[in-house]
């Protein structure tokens, strides 16, 4: 643990690292996607969730911020801040690594269609269960994430059988993109699904708030920008690190060691995966803030001559970009 001197005062609604900076973000979601928060038990859960209460109804006195902290850090790993219901184990983001490194060193190492096919299959799986599970409300279509999922599916799968092929075929230099293949079909249909599956976001608008936390009403054109941030940092930059940087890191490693076959480049794949996995997830989550600020004049006209309490003209409304 860290000294108590560098632990702010505890706010049971608030961060322990600063969120308007990037390194305090990175912090904050090193710590969501820690995979050692799977191995939390049920009376460590309990504990925690006692200590919250008790601090809510102002009978934990004597407990220090940092003991407060962890208690919240704990809770957060596991209970959905918005149902409150634990979340299902293999879609938390704790375990975002694990499900994701065989899946990711699949599609880098699939040399037939069949195994392309099936790898961005599981790929797909994996995603559409991480983005059900981490949700923003409780509410949710299950026929819209069932048609994202087929779209994902359908898009990665085409793209990488499809492209793979016409790389295949093409001269020396365009076989040397092979290696970018995967990544883009990844790219492709995880946009596809992210989109499809906050597409009522889109139609209906996000909520939007002044600086304030007062609700001003629902935007679109706010919903088309969250949404865009969250294809950004999910769809294009997390998998950036774990599928183009193994497979140049293990051509270093055949040319070192021409001995490097069978299980054990498998098994030096999935370790340059998970690795690139841990370094990258809580830097591409981290990259835009959770709460985006919005200047009015990208908006709807109706929001273009808002007042806040004092009277002063709002210039900037505030949206959660969900993950």
Known sequence: GEADDDVPPFNPRGSRYDQSEFLGRYRNFRQVTDPRNLLISEQELDNAQVLLAQHTRGEAAGV????????????????????????????????????????????????????????????????????????????????????????????????????????????????????????????????????????????????????????????????????AMAIASRSVVLPIAPMLFPPLAMAGLRAMLPSLTGIAAVAAEVALVASSIYVALPVAIGAFPQNIEIPTSALEPEFHNLKDSNGRPITHIVCNRGL
Request: net charge positive; hydrophobic share 45%.
């Open 64 to 227: 220090s911020d940092h003991e407060l902290w962890e208690a919240k850090r704990i809770k957060d790993a596991i209970i959905h801040p918005v149902t409150g219901e634990k979340m299902f184990l293999p879609g938390r983001m704790s375990a975002f690594l694990p499900m994701n490194a065989i899946p990711t060193a699949g599609m880098l190492l699939a040399r037939t269609p069949a195994a392309t096919i099936f790898f961005q299959w599981m790929n797909q799986t994996v995603n559409t269960m991480a983005n059900y599970v981490n949700r923003s409300g409780a509410s949710i279509d299950t026929t819209q994430i069932a048609q994202a999922y087929a779209l994902g599916c359908g898009v990665s799968c085409g793209i990488a059988v499809g492209a793979g092929r016409l790389v295949q075929s093409g001269p020396p230099w365009v076989k040397r993109l092979g290696v970018a293949v995967p990544y883009a079909a990844v790219v492709a249909s995880g946009g596809v699904n992210v989109a499809f599956t906050r597409m009522p976001e889109i139609h209906q608008g996000a909520p939007i708030a002044d600086r304030e936390g007062n609700h001003l009403g629902h935007s679109r054109s706010a919903a088309v920008t969250s949404v």
